[in-house]
């Protein structure tokens, strides 16, 4: 079973990720780890990934493609949990015909939609615990720590991260239109797409996911 998950920032993409890791023994796979791990290589390829990721130029398809090759051939979990990629119709076909000669497909893309406003809230209200890594967020009642600034678990430093910030969520909003708008499109139009409200608690939006995968393998 292969899953694609799109979501703007602040949707809740890393929480489903890790729900949907767990509970169908996906192999939760991100271009960006990837890139850092070949980044961290003593070899020639590895030197040449480290000042290309230094530079901040952007990384070729062909370069993403050729580890995503050498993973999935190491890897012994085939069942695969895209996040973050692909991020445009180019990669998306590609993708989809490196699976289709190991005999294999995409089976799900779910859309996880929250209001841009609801967003907003989430990312500007975020703090994070500078020890156990909590994350609070003092736009949202429920989500509020006891006491100012301090975590309620261990008692550390809670902290806002420098692009936790209106202007900053703006641009990054921004870019997930511009790149994800044509493979929404795409994925609808191969009826793999299923759109779900993630506004709702992370429990309900799992569920929601779930059903829908326990559903279509069954059928």
Known sequence: ?????????????????????????????????????????????????????????????????????????????????????????????????????????????????????ILETRITGRRLCRKCGSVYNVNINSLKPKQNSICDKCGGELYQRNDDNKDSFEVRYQEYLDKTSTLINYYQNKKILYRIDSEKPKEEVFQSISNIIEKEMTE
């Open 1 to 117: 079973m292969n899953i694609i998950l799109l979501a703007p920032p602040a949707a809740g993409k890393g929480t489903q990720a890790e729900l949907l890791e767990q509970k169908y023994h996906l192999n939760h796979l991100s271009t960006g780890d990837l890139l850092r791990a070949s980044a961290s290589r003593e070899d020639a390829f590895g030197k040449e990934m480290k000042k290309i990721l230094e530079s901040g130029v952007l990384v070729s398809d062909d370069i993403i493609f050729k580890l995503l090759d050498e993973y999935l051939e190491e890897s012994e979990n085939k069942n695969l949990l895209f996040d973050g990629f692909p991020r445009n119709i180019n990669q998306a076909e590609r993708l989809e015909n490196m699976l289709k000669e190991r005999n294999d497909q995409l089976d799900f893309v779910f859309l996880l939609e929250v209001e841009k406003e």
